[in-house]
Each structure stands twice: as C-alpha cells, then as structure tokens.
C-alpha cells in the first residue's frame, strides 16, 4: 500500500526524501524503488545497520539491491569504532552535497531527529564513567541515576527509556552541566524538515508482527547463527554493537543458556517489542511527517 502511494504521487525528485518506519515494514524496498525511479542514492538512519558485522541480523538491504543503487553509511564501522549520532551526521554532510536528492531511510528516530531539529556537540564520555553508569544501572537500575540529574533535565527526559537516563547522568557526570543546558544550545539543523519530503511507515501492528516472526525465521535460515558465532569470541555486554535485535539471544544459545528454539522465539518477542517502542516514537515525535499504510 506505501509504494501504491508514493507512485500515485511521487515525491519532488530534487528534493530529499525520509523515510522512517519501524523495523521489518519494508522501508528499504520502499527506499530502493524510489532510488532507482528517481536517481536517489540510498542513505543508512538505521544505528545498527552501520556495523559490519550484522548484515543479516540488521536486515541490510541484500547485494542484489545494493547493485541497483548505491547504498551508502551501511556495514561502514567496525565493534572497536565509537560511533553515535553525531558521527552519523558528520558522515551524512559532505553525502548530501554530492548527493541533495538522497533518500535516507532507517528506523533510529533520533538520527532523524537530530537530522531535522539539530544536534549540540557534547563532550564525550570517559571510559570512567562510562563503566561507574553501566555498574550503577545493573545495581540499581535507572530510577537512581534518574533521582541524580538535575531538575531541568529530569523534568523532560522520557524517563521510560534506561539508555536516556544513563546517557543524561554521564552527561551531567562528565561536564558538570544537565543535559537539557546542553540541549537548549543546539545550533541548527544540517536539513530542516520543510526542505525535506518526510514519509513514516504506519503499518497494522498485527501484520508487522506477523512480518517480524517470518522475517526472523528467514535470517536464521540465511545465516544468522554464524554471525553470531563469529561475534561471540569478541562478545561485550552492553557494548553498543552488541544491541543487535536478536543477537543476545543467539548468543546466549551459544553460551549453552537456552535452546535454539527458545533464542529464536525470545529474539522474535524482542524484535517485536522493539518495534512497539519504534510505533510510539513515530507516533510521538513525527505527527507532521506524510504517513503511509
């Protein structure tokens, strides 16, 4: 039903496109039709999408589609490479002005936020502190870092996601300033949304689910145990590459914790709980994006 859409009235083929949607709801077929309808090139938004190591369990687009239309920021960054949003947009820049038609597609909705509402640069984050953060959320768990940040970043933090807490409280930690100063001092965006054509995926959620199961069956028939035994000597909890949808689960079977029926089922739930938590961001963070069934 998006692509009958986005045929019937297709986008202004010289501006750039967005394309967002939750993960399995076929936005990089979506994405590559319009590259090859248009002479768009294709741009990764996707966090995990970006590692080498998880063609597969990240769903990157298939060789075959990578022939028809370059494919760019997939598979670029290697387990042992910091990588964040804002080197995503770093990276992004100087592909725009080769490209200012790109249609940049993923499913990390704060690479499309930082993209059309801007990203203030803030210092990184010792190693340190870093580890105090992760040793203090795995005591304790969030609530207590959460009782720590300052008022004005505990007042508009989204205090149901662990991760935003623990980066708020390194933040306040390491520069002795709240996340929201930091925020409040954000220059402006590298594409603003009104110079854009901004597409969410919204599909059913029973049918997703449904997609999501099959999907996964699929990668496990394609491999995807073997990229998470080629990962598993290298294996750090916690670490950003390690948050592969599914992948903890294999790995864990690995591990000889569980089964490989009860990974792959575990992952699958996982899968679509994510995709849940993509749905209420989009439905959120993106009510004056174009929405496709």
């Not at 999408?49 to 060789?63: E, F, G, K, N």
């Not at 105090?132 to 996601?161: K, V």
């Not at 749905?279 to 069934?293: A, K």
């Amino acid at each position: 039903m998006a692509l009958r859409h986005v045929q019937a009235s297709p986008p202004d083929a010289t501006r750039p496109v967005l394309l967002a949607g939750p993960t399995a709801s076929g936005k990089s077929a979506l994405a590559l039709w319009l590259a090859r309808a248009q002479g768009r090139v294709v741009v990764n938004a996707d966090a995990l999408q970006v590692y080498d190591m998880w063609r597969i369990l990240s769903a990157r687009p298939a060789p075959h589609d990578t022939t028809q239309a370059p494919h760019i920021l997939y598979g670029c960054v290697g387990r042992n490479q910091h990588w964040s949003v804002g080197h995503w947009l770093r990276a992004l820049g100087p592909v725009l002005q080769q490209h200012p038609n790109a249609v940049i597609v993923g499913g990390t909705g704060l690479y499309f936020r930082a993209l059309t509402e801007g990203l203030v640069e803030i210092p990184p984050t010792p190693a340190s502190i870093r580890a105090l953060a992760d040793q203090r959320m795995a005591d304790h768990g969030a609530a207590t870092l959460l009782d720590e940040l300052d008022d004005a970043t505990a007042a508009r933090i989204d205090r149901a996601n662990p991760a935003r807490i623990q980066r708020a409280w390194e933040v306040l930690r390491t520069t002795g300033r709240g996340l929201a100063s930091w925020q409040d001092q954000t220059p402006p965006p590298l594409l603003a949304l009104h110079s854009t054509t901004p597409y969410v995926l919204r599909p059913p959620k029973d049918w997703l689910n449904a997609r999501i199961d099959s999907r996964f069956d699929t990668m496990i028939a394609a491999g995807a145990l073997d990229e998470a035994r080629a990962a598993l000597p290298h294996w750090t909890p916690g670490a950003p590459w390690t948050k592969a949808i599914g992948a903890p689960e294999l790995v864990a079977h690995l591990q000889g914790h569980i089964s490989l029926p009860d990974a792959v089922e575990a992952a699958k739930l996982a899968t679509r709980q994510y995709a849940k938590r993509q749905r209420t961001w989009f439905r959120n963070r993106m009510q004056g994006w174009i929405s496709l069934p």
